[in-house]
Protein backbone atom coordinates (compact mmCIF):
# COMPACT_ATOMS: atom_id res chain seq x y z
CA UNK A 1 0.00 0.00 0.00
CA UNK A 2 1.37 3.28 -1.28
CA UNK A 3 0.77 6.33 1.43
CA UNK A 4 1.76 9.96 0.93
CA UNK A 5 2.14 11.93 3.97
CA UNK A 6 1.20 15.26 3.94
CA UNK A 7 4.35 18.28 5.15
CA UNK A 8 2.57 18.81 8.86
CA UNK A 9 3.41 19.79 12.32
CA UNK A 10 4.78 16.58 12.94
CA UNK A 11 7.11 16.29 10.21
CA UNK A 12 10.75 16.68 10.94
CA UNK A 13 12.69 18.89 8.45
CA UNK A 14 16.38 19.17 8.25
CA UNK A 15 17.67 21.79 5.65
CA UNK A 16 20.70 20.65 4.01
CA UNK A 17 23.63 22.68 1.99
CA UNK A 18 24.39 18.96 0.05
CA UNK A 19 27.13 17.23 2.14
CA UNK A 20 26.65 14.04 3.52
CA UNK A 21 24.81 13.09 6.25
CA UNK A 22 24.24 9.57 7.86
CA UNK A 23 20.95 9.09 9.11
CA UNK A 24 21.59 5.97 10.60
CA UNK A 25 23.92 6.86 13.46
CA UNK A 26 21.43 9.13 15.03
CA UNK A 27 18.05 7.80 16.54
CA UNK A 28 15.76 8.35 19.53
CA UNK A 29 17.48 5.52 21.40
CA UNK A 30 20.31 7.62 21.02
CA UNK A 31 19.13 10.83 21.72
CA UNK A 32 17.50 9.46 24.78
CA UNK A 33 20.04 7.94 26.42
CA UNK A 34 22.50 10.62 25.54
CA UNK A 35 19.19 13.17 27.27
CA UNK A 36 19.48 10.91 30.51
CA UNK A 37 22.95 10.36 30.22
CA UNK A 38 22.90 14.91 30.05
CA UNK A 39 20.09 14.89 32.96
CA UNK A 40 21.95 12.23 35.58
CA UNK A 41 24.36 13.99 38.23
CA UNK A 42 27.72 12.90 38.02
CA UNK A 43 28.69 9.92 40.54
CA UNK A 44 31.56 12.59 41.39
CA UNK A 45 31.12 15.88 41.40
CA UNK A 46 34.60 16.74 41.01
CA UNK A 47 34.81 15.25 37.37
CA UNK A 48 32.11 17.00 34.84
CA UNK A 49 30.79 14.82 32.26
CA UNK A 50 32.40 16.13 29.04
CA UNK A 51 29.54 17.17 26.38
CA UNK A 52 28.79 14.73 23.06
CA UNK A 53 31.18 15.17 20.44
CA UNK A 54 29.66 16.78 18.00
CA UNK A 55 27.94 14.68 14.77
CA UNK A 56 27.47 16.02 10.94
CA UNK A 57 23.92 16.44 11.36
CA UNK A 58 24.63 19.07 14.88
CA UNK A 59 25.94 21.32 12.05
CA UNK A 60 23.03 21.02 9.40
CA UNK A 61 20.99 24.20 9.44
CA UNK A 62 17.31 23.34 10.70
CA UNK A 63 14.39 24.82 9.22
CA UNK A 64 10.63 24.15 10.53
CA UNK A 65 7.75 23.29 8.78
CA UNK A 66 6.14 26.77 7.76
CA UNK A 67 9.07 27.79 6.64
CA UNK A 68 9.79 24.69 4.38
CA UNK A 69 6.12 25.07 3.26
CA UNK A 70 6.78 28.51 2.36
CA UNK A 71 10.33 27.98 0.48
CA UNK A 72 8.17 24.96 -1.60
CA UNK A 73 5.42 27.30 -2.64
CA UNK A 74 7.51 29.80 -3.48
CA UNK A 75 8.90 27.63 -5.20
CA UNK A 76 12.46 28.31 -3.70
CA UNK A 77 13.22 24.59 -2.08
CA UNK A 78 12.33 21.05 -2.88
CA UNK A 79 12.46 18.09 -0.52
CA UNK A 80 14.04 15.20 -0.35
CA UNK A 81 13.57 11.67 1.28
CA UNK A 82 16.87 10.00 1.95
CA UNK A 83 15.80 7.27 3.90
CA UNK A 84 15.90 4.56 0.75
CA UNK A 85 13.55 3.80 -2.29
CA UNK A 86 12.20 0.78 -0.39
CA UNK A 87 10.87 2.93 2.63
CA UNK A 88 9.84 5.94 0.42
CA UNK A 89 7.61 3.32 -1.84
CA UNK A 90 5.81 2.35 1.61
CA UNK A 91 5.76 6.43 2.82
CA UNK A 92 6.69 9.43 2.03
CA UNK A 93 5.76 13.53 2.15
CA UNK A 94 3.98 14.90 -0.51
CA UNK A 95 6.08 15.86 -3.25
CA UNK A 96 9.19 14.91 -2.32
CA UNK A 97 12.03 13.10 -4.20
CA UNK A 98 13.30 9.62 -3.88
CA UNK A 99 16.75 10.66 -3.22
CA UNK A 100 19.09 8.05 -1.04
CA UNK A 101 21.45 8.94 0.69
CA UNK A 102 24.05 6.63 -1.36
CA UNK A 103 23.57 9.65 -3.73
CA UNK A 104 24.59 12.06 -1.46
CA UNK A 105 27.88 10.41 -0.20
CA UNK A 106 28.80 9.55 -3.49
CA UNK A 107 28.16 13.55 -4.56
CA UNK A 108 25.77 12.18 -7.40
CA UNK A 109 23.80 15.81 -7.23
CA UNK A 110 23.04 15.74 -11.09
CA UNK A 111 19.26 15.41 -9.88
CA UNK A 112 18.80 18.01 -8.16
CA UNK A 113 18.08 21.71 -9.01
CA UNK A 114 20.73 24.13 -8.51
CA UNK A 115 18.61 27.57 -7.92
CA UNK A 116 16.95 26.12 -5.29
CA UNK A 117 17.41 25.13 -1.76
CA UNK A 118 17.44 21.53 -1.02
CA UNK A 119 15.14 19.88 1.78
CA UNK A 120 15.79 16.94 3.07
CA UNK A 121 14.21 14.49 5.56
CA UNK A 122 15.50 11.39 7.77
CA UNK A 123 12.83 10.15 9.70
Known amino acids: MKMI ?3 GGGAL ?3 MTIS ?10 TDIADATKASTPPSNSAAPI ?3 PQSAE ?11 KKLIADGKAIII ?7 YKMAHIKGALDFPLSKLEAG ?5 P ?3 RIIAYCS
Open 20 to 29: AVDCSKSGAA
Open 108 to 112: DLKDL
Open 5 to 7: LKL
Open 13 to 15: IAA
Open 50 to 52: PPP
Open 114 to 116: KDK
Open 81 to 87: DVRGTDT
Open 58 to 68: DKMPRINVAEA
